[in-house]
């Protein structure tokens, strides 16, 4: 749940396995951004694991290269809305390497983009 002026700003979102680009949208839709709109941050800090996508042999999300950007996208919007942009991804997870290349690789583009 989270503590101090954190408290209840702690989200768990659990989604079932094969879920995919559309649930993963619809939660950072209902329940992510949200948060972050009460919270008001001063930065986002993103825990960016790409292990949910669908060619990770380890897990069994379905979420598409293209889903990934979209929902760093979302977080963009979001980041430039809440807090002047400031917004940091550290990765971790993703073990398809081709999947985990091509999703570092567009967020590379898109946090590159002024």
Known sequence: MGEGRGRGFTVN???PAGTGDVGY???YATEVVPALQDFRPDAILVS???DAHAADPLASMKVT???FVN???ILDDAARQLCGRRIALVTEGG???AAL???LDEAVQLFSRG
């Open 71 to 73: 929902l760093m996208s």
């Open 95 to 97: 073990y398809d390497l």
């Open 25 to 27: 949208e619809l939660a």
């Open 101 to 103: 290349r091509a999703c």
């Open 13 to 15: 979102i659990p989604l």
């Open 65 to 67: 290269t293209p889903g």
């Open 48 to 50: 960016a694991g790409f």
